[in-house]
Antibody, heavy 113, light 111 residues
Framework: QVQLVESGGGVVQPGRSLRLSCAAS????????MHWVRQAPGKGLEWVAV????????YYTDSVKGRFIISRDNSRNTLYLQMNRLRPEDTAMYYC??????WGQGTLVTVSS | QAVVTQEPSKTVSPGGTVTLTCASN?????????PYWFQQKSGQAPRTLIY???KKFSTTPARFSGSLLGGKAALTLSGAQPEDEAEYYC???????????FGGGTKLTVL
């Protein structure tokens, strides 16, 4: 069955960086678009970024453009989100989503001094 | 910049029918927006119910259906069960540099 396991979350100071990973299994990872979606505590879902199957096309929501980088390693079946210049408003649960159909359980990022 | 709007809350009686809607400030929602619907219960990760306006996943209960209604995307629940109490989010696709936008969510109470 499809499994998506996020990791890399934690507490980080404003302005610092963090890299999230999502290990995928149970499907042909290299053939599918992958997304990151986040949810701030007590708030709604926010789409963050998407990457094409071969990694050649990437799109971001405005609030993370220039700070976050989505990437993938199809040889390792792993999706990444490099988050730079983090802000307190980036505090959220970050979900890895396969083609908008299957969701991981999320990894919590807290940006606080 | 696109803004997607949902009703903040709705209440349905057990066994009743309710329709949640999803509107775009750019105009009528069409099949070209590839509407998705997600369910999120308290403390859980979201779950995808509907994609491409009307299509269901194998795990989507038959009582949920998607459609276009009056220029909006719609999610109809027919025969509400207590376990359907949750937050429901829609997601629309736009052909620009920020291709996906969530609505703010509808809190559905089964009472």
């Amino acid at each position: 069955q499809v499994q998506l396991v996020e990791s890399g979350g934690g507490v980080v100071q404003p302005g610092r960086s963090l890299r999230l990973s999502c290990a995928a299994s149970g499907f042909a990872f290299r053939s599918f678009v992958m997304h990151w979606v986040r949810q701030a505590p007590g708030k709604g879902l926010e789409w963050v970024a998407v990457i094409s199957d071969d990694g050649s096309n990437k799109y971001y929501t405005d609030s993370v453009k220039g700070r976050f980088i989505i990437s993938r390693d199809n040889s390792r079946n792993t999706l990444y989100l490099q988050m730079n210049r983090l802000r307190p408003e980036d505090t959220a649960m970050y979900y890895c989503v396969w083609g908008l159909g299957s969701w991981g359980q999320g990894t919590l990022v807290t940006v606080s001094s | 910049q696109a803004v997607v709007t949902q009703e903040p809350s709705k209440t349905v009686s057990p066994g009743g029918t309710v329709t949640l809607t999803c509107a775009s400030n750019t105009g009528a929602v069409t099949s070209g927006h590839n509407p998705y619907w997600f369910q999120q219960k308290s403390g859980q990760a979201p779950r995808t119910l509907i994609y491409d306006t009307t299509k269901k996943f194998s795990t989507t209960p038959a009582r949920f259906s998607g459609s276009l209604l009056g220029g909006k995307a719609a999610l109809t629940l027919s025969g509400a069960q207590p376990e359907d109490e949750a937050e429901y989010y829609c997601l629309l696709s736009y052909n620009d540099a920020r291709p996906w936008v969530f609505g703010g969510g509808t809190k559905l109470t089964v009472l």
